[in-house]
């Protein structure tokens, strides 16, 4: 089999890359680990960046997202029983657009198969080679059938536990981490929000935030310490822990109801560099993790694809390499902007073990700045809708 670009990872990245590029008339091919219906049973992100939302129409696949995607205008943020709301409009110009990464992913699906392009699932043991070469090629098997697919690129868009990254040699990486003592446990319910907009509740007892679906689909999530397993959460206990920290207000009005999905994610903020080497570049979770807090993770996947599949399309249209030579260093001086993010609105909103007197009063202080003042709302704001690509 050969094709122009090989796509490893039918997930956002891959899938949204495919589009773009087809729509470019440059053709691929997705090779997925798992089943389609199982890339459709994850439940992730739900915060689309203006720039995601932008990016989602030029690929021509917004409809479904301009009909039921909810746009949100600013966000509330409650430390104890103090709640304040952040204008993103009022400060940008701009605002964000609450829609599951579910439903985008389900969206890319349905148009790579209107596309006619391949998508090969359940795609095993996937390998890249000479990735260093003008002549790369992916080898995989399928039922037990060996296939090797020739290439003149390949997009690595497999996550964090992919293959592309660590195809690139050790001593070619540079990777920066940092752990979070905390997780994430997350409820999904079918009951109306607790609010029009998120809330993201910080309180003595930890970190909590309230997002949404649609008008009948919530969000929940509770800062829990690693040591937790789901199975320790009842969804009463979870409901109950959930309202001490929530303004009191707020947790009055609070709908609860049996959990459709509960999980627990563990917090890290990792980069790889570079994103490329040679004909392999990496795009999204394969090269970057961020907190979830920032609602950052797949608005970077997106910004990743844009710069890469404007580079290949340089490339195919006879304008040489450039953009693929700059991938690597325009994408990751996003990336960074955004990990700086995530990891300050993380620190400015979890408890963390140990934290000393001085390290509360620096949260105390840093709340009451965004409370108080314009700029630094208009700067949570300008990295919270989304840095321009
Ligand atoms: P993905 O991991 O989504 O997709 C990679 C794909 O590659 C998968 O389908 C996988 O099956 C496939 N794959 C892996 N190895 C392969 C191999 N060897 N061969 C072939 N295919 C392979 N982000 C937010 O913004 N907000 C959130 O609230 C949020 N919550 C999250 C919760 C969890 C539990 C996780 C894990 C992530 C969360 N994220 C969140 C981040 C998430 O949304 C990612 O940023 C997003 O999925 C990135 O998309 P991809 O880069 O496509 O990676
Ligand atoms: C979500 O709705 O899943 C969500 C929203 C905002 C975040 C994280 C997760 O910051």
């Known amino acids: ?19 773009l590029l087809h729509r470019r008339g440059i053709n691929t091919v997705i090779l997925e680990r798992r089943s389609k219906a199982h890339v459709l049973g994850r439940i992730r992100a739900g915060v689309l960046e203006r720039g ?32 304040f709301r952040v204008d993103f409009v009022g400060a940008t110009g701009h605002a964000v657009t609450v829609y599951g990464q579910t439903e985008v992913t389900r969206d890319l699906y349905d148009a790579r198969e209107a596309d006619g392009a391949p998508t090969l699932f359940e795609a095993e043991d996937v390998a890249i080679h000479d990735a260093d070469s003008d002549t790369p090629f992916v080898t995989c098997t399928r039922g037990g059938e060996t296939l090797r697919i020739e290439c003149d690129f390949i997009a690595g868009c497999d996550g964090f536990h992919g293959v592309s990254r660590t195809t690139i040699p050790a001593d070619r990486r540079r990777e920066f981490e940092k752990v979070y003592p905390f997780g994430w446990l997350g409820i999904l319910s079918e009951t109306p929000p607790v609010n029009d907009e998120l809330i993201y509740a910080s309180s003595e007892r930890g970190f909590a935030l309230c997002s949404m679906r649609n008008a009948n ?120 902007k955004a990990e700086r993010f995530s990891w300050w609105f993380t620190t400015l909103t979890h408890r963390f073990p140990g934290q ?26 300008e990295n919270y809708v989304g840095l321009p690509y």
């Open 52 to 83: 995601l939302v932008a990016l989602l129409t030029e690929a021509g696949v917004s409809e479904r997202l301009m009909r039921e995607g909810l746009r949100h205008d600013g966000t509330l943020l409650s430390f104890d029983d103090t709640m």
């Open 356 to 381: 000393t007197g001085f390290d509360r009063r620096m949260q105390e202080a840093e709340i009451d700045l965004l409370r108080t003042n314009a700029a630094a709302q208009a700067a949570m704001a």
């Open 217 to 336: 689909l919530s969000r929940y999530y509770l800062q829990c310490s690693l040591e937790e397993r789901v199975e320790d959460w009842s969804d009463e206990a979870f409901w109950e822990e959930l309202k001490r920290r929530m303004p009191a207000d707020q947790a009055k009005r609070l709908v609860t109801g049996p959990s459709v999905e509960k999980s627990i994610a563990p917090l890290r903020s990792f980069v790889s560099e570079p994103m490329r080497w040679g004909r392999l570049f990496l795009c999204g979770d394969a090269a970057h993790i961020v907190p979830p807090t920032g609602a950052k993770g797949l608005n970077l996947a997106a910004s990743d694809v844009h710069y890469l599949h404007e580079g290949l399309a340089d490339h195919y249209a006879g304008r040489g390499m450039d953009g693929l030579d700059a991938y690597s260093a325009r994408a990751l001086s996003r990336v960074w």
């Open 1 to 19: 089999m050969r094709t122009q670009v090989a796509i490893i990872g039918g997930g956002p990245s891959g899938l949204l890359l495919g589009r």
